[in-house]
């Protein structure tokens, strides 16, 4: 006779194998995308990683795509995953957020947001939050009342600047200040430099595994976490007291009728210092690192922020006007975007059997709709691996989002900082090139794993161009 262990464990491995050959003989009925689900558990999750942690990690994709095509199978991040290069198919994974797909986060990310950020609400509430944030980023909105601190606090910064610079550093410390700002009308001082701090370990919890028992990492995330939400409430208290409203996000949102309670804004408040600030920081970085190895572009951006600079007092604030005549730098964000792809894609899960170009998706599956692979395909841009901003003059492509451009996403969860990132690296790239001659101090390398960043944080060695110039004349 068998013992009651032998049985269950005989019991538990029958039923096993039959759930999994029941899988395996509806997933052939379905027709999947065809693929390769590589190694059981891991998948094909070693090569992703791999490969997005070198300079190169085309060839991830290259390699499906020529033998799948541009929709393949894979399993990564331990889940079966149908990834999309196909900017047809990406289009309508985005379109149809709430109705067919919805999104999905790691566990990491979805505990440290906080279950009422924008980014993990969905239905009814998710449209009215959206629409809400869009209203508190819009064009009118920046140029009345952003643009003012936005080239305030940019200058400030770039004020303390000199020799070494770690441009990465600098650049989210700009992109958390005016975050502040704009959140609840706060300079940069020693409690937003505290709150950065903790901030900063949150961030660091994003890209671990969720488990407070195997990783120091994630437990000082959760600790800080709590911290800054505790900070945030504090100040959110003492404003539901104030008895006037301050033009800026969080008056919105006490004024907004919805009756917010305290924790919903705070993990709204959160979610908008994380989706700006990474992100935007590092586009800045990467228009510097790629308008420097190309001379004639940077020669070029040059010459028209010296031209506005010529019209006016150089330490006079800039205009909306002045925004809107910097034609070529909007040439060099939209390559910047294009080429850098900080968002590299999306992660959408299927909310029932989906049928698409002649395969099927099934339900509860993961999808990823790769930016990154449409960006980067010769197909849909010439030289496609080159970074040429030229390629934007006279091209509307950039207005028309939804397209095979799609830095930004596209559909109900369209970034709503869109107009706002442009605005902050264009002004952020007026005030640079204008004041500062740069060299960079060693060479930095570009990877994409767990985010896009260079391995160093690009420093580079600054000189006001007063003084270089004044060293020309010396001479
Ligand atoms: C270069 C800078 C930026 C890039 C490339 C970028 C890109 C994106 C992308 C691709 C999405 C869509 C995610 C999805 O579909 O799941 C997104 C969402 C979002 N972005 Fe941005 N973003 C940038 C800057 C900003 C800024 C400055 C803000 C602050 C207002 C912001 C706030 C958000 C929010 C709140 C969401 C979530 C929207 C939702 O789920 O409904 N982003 N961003």
Redesign the pocket.
């Known amino acids: 006779m068998a013992s009651l262990p032998t049985l269950i464990f005989l019991l538990t491995t029958i039923s096993t194998v039959f759930l999994l050959l029941l899988r395996k003989s509806r997933y052939r009925r379905l027709r999947l995308p065809p693929g390769s689900l590589g190694f059981p558990l891991i998948g094909e999750t070693l090569q992703l990683i791999s490969a997005y942690k070198s300079e190169n990690p085309e060839p991830f994709i290259d390699r499906r795509v020529n033998r799948y095509g541009p929709i393949f199978t894979t399993h990564v991040f331990g889940e079966p995953t149908v990834f999309s290069a196909d900017p047809v198919t990406n289009r309508f994974i985005?379109q149809n957020?709430g109705r067919l797909f919805e999104?999905s986060y790691p566990g990491s990310i979805s505990n440290l947001l906080g279950k009422h950020?924008?980014?993990?609400?969905k239905g009814g509430l998710?449209k009215r939050?959206?629409s809400l944030?869009m209203s508190?980023?819009n064009s009118s909105i920046i140029k009345n009342h952003l643009l003012l601190d936005i080239d305030r606090l940019i200058r400030l910064n770039l004020d303390a600047w000199s020799d070494r610079v770690l441009l990465m550093e600098e650049a989210k410390k700009i992109?958390f200040e005016l975050?502040v700002k704009?959140l609840m009308s706060f300079d940069p001082d020693e409690w937003t430099e505290s709150l950065r701090k903790e901030y900063v370990l949150v961030i660091e919890g994003f890209f671990t595994l969720p488990f407070p028992l195997f990783s120091t990492t994630y437990r000082r995330a959760i600790k800080a976490r709590t911290k800054v939400a505790e900070a945030l409430s504090e100040i959110v208290r003492k404003r539901r007291k104030e008895s006037e409203s301050k033009n800026d996000m969080l008056g919105a949102l006490l004024a907004s009728g919805d009756h917010f309670p305290n924790e919903e804004i705070v993990d709204f408040m959160l979610?908008?210092l994380?989706?700006?600030?990474e992100?935007?920081s590092?586009?800045m970085t990467l228009a510097v690192k790629f308008l420097t190895e190309t001379p004639q572009a940077m020669a070029q951006l040059k010459e028209e922020h010296d031209q506005i600079r010529a019209r006016s007092d150089p330490e006079a604030a800039l205009e909306w006007a002045d925004y809107k005549s910097m034609a070529f730098t909007q040439c060099v964000v939209n390559e910047t975007?294009r080429v850098a792809n900080?968002?590299s894609g999306?992660?959408?899960r299927a909310m029932t059997d989906i049928d698409i170009k002649g395969y099927t998706i099934p339900k509860g599956w993961k999808v990823f709709a790769s930016?990154r692979a449409v960006h980067l395909n010769p197909e849909h841009f010439k030289d496609a691996r080159t970074f040429n901003p030229w390629r934007w003059q006279n091209n509307s492509e950039a207005a028309s989002p939804g397209n095979v451009y799609?830095?930004?996403?596209?559909?109900?969860?369209?970034?709503?900082?869109?107009e706002?990132?442009?605005v902050?690296?264009s002004i952020f790239l007026h005030r640079f090139v204008t004041r500062f001659s740069w060299v960079p101090a060693e060479e930095d390398k570009l990877v994409f794993f767990p985010t896009t960043r260079t391995q160093k944080r690009y420093p580079i060695l600054v000189k006001r161009r007063e003084e270089s110039r004044q060293c020309i004349y010396e001479k």
């Open positions: 985005l957020e999104s950020s924008l980014l993990l609400m998710h939050m959206h944030t508190f980023t992109t975050t704009q979610a908008m994380v989706a700006g600030y992100t935007t590092t586009i975007l900080i968002i999306v992660f959408r930016f799609t830095p930004f996403g596209g559909g109900p969860r369209l970034c709503p900082g869109y706002l990132a442009r902050v690296l």
